[in-house]
């Protein structure tokens, strides 16, 4: 029992660091030193989706889960858990540098608009 609620705390984890990556910029309005962790974050992130690499996470969700008896999964966390929420049928390696693309374009928004409150008004 302690091992499949390890794994599902595991999930929530993985979705709300992979939520930061995507808006956290958008934090750094209200606490701009978050700024400093998100940065590194959103740099995983990225790297995480171009390369094709397993976050960590995943590994030890499935661990966990083994432990209590349950079926783990292969693939990555988004693969298992959002392919059908975040990615369309047919994903490609193209798709994915667009996704990756559209990815730091949030950020670049969220991070102009930081700028632009932080800068002194004349």
Not at 27 to 49: D, F, K, N, Q, S
Not at 100 to 109: H, M, P
Request: proline share 7%; charged share 10%.
């Amino acid at each position: 029992m302690i091992w499949s609620a390890l794994a599902d705390l595991i999930v929530v984890v993985h979705f709300a660091f992979t939520a930061f990556v995507i808006f956290g910029g958008f934090l750094t309005w209200r606490w701009p030193w978050l700024a400093l962790v998100h940065l590194p974050a959103l740099a995983w992130g990225c790297w995480i989706e171009l390369s094709h690499a397993i976050c960590p996470l995943t590994p030890l969700e499935n661990h966990w889960r083994h432990l209590a008896g349950e079926a783990g999964y292969g693939e990555g966390f988004l693969a298992h858990y959002l392919v059908r929420v975040l990615y369309p049928p047919g994903l490609t390696w193209h798709i994915q540098q667009e996704l990756a693309a559209l990815l730091v374009a949030i950020n670049v928004v969220a991070y102009v608009g930081l700028v632009r409150r932080r800068r002194p008004r004349p």
